[in-house]
Nanobody, 115 residues
Framework: QVQLAESGGGLVQAGGSLRLSCAASGTIFSINSMGWYRQAPGKQRELVAV???????NYADSVKGRFTISRDNAKNTVYLQMNSLKPEDTAVYYCNTVPSVVNYWGKGSLVTVSS
């Protein structure tokens, strides 16, 4: 059974930084592209960063230059370093494969950026 567990969220002032972690169980990690998604209040969930099994990376325009996705295959963990945070980054952040699998969604990690 695949499980994804996000951690590292919290409350931070605008301009601050946070690092999210996603620990993955099972064999999905090494063979799949992994992504960080976020869902802000009243909005649809969106994909903000992707890293393939080969290490290719893409970002949504809204986070490009501020967020960095990385993965540690030995630890089955994917990270999202978030710098220069803005109030509009406030959301629940989730990790999942890309494309996402409905059964893999975890509880997410809440990031709140105050102005």
């Amino acid at each position: 059974q695949v499980q994804l567990a996000e951690s590292g969220g919290g409350l931070v002032q605008a301009g601050g930084s946070l690092r999210l972690s996603c620990a993955a169980s099972g064999t999905i990690f090494s063979i799949n592209s992994m992504g960080w998604y976020r869902q802000a209040p009243g909005k649809q969930r969106e994909l903000v960063a992707v890293i393939t099994s080969g290490g290719n990376i893409n970002y949504a325009d809204s986070v490009k230059g501020r967020f960095t996705i990385s993965r540690d295959n030995a630890k089955n963990t994917v990270y999202l370093q978030m710098n220069s945070l803005k109030p509009e980054d406030t959301a629940v952040y989730y990790c999942n494969t890309v494309p996402s699998v409905v059964n893999y969604w975890g509880k997410g990690s809440l990031v709140t950026v105050s102005s």
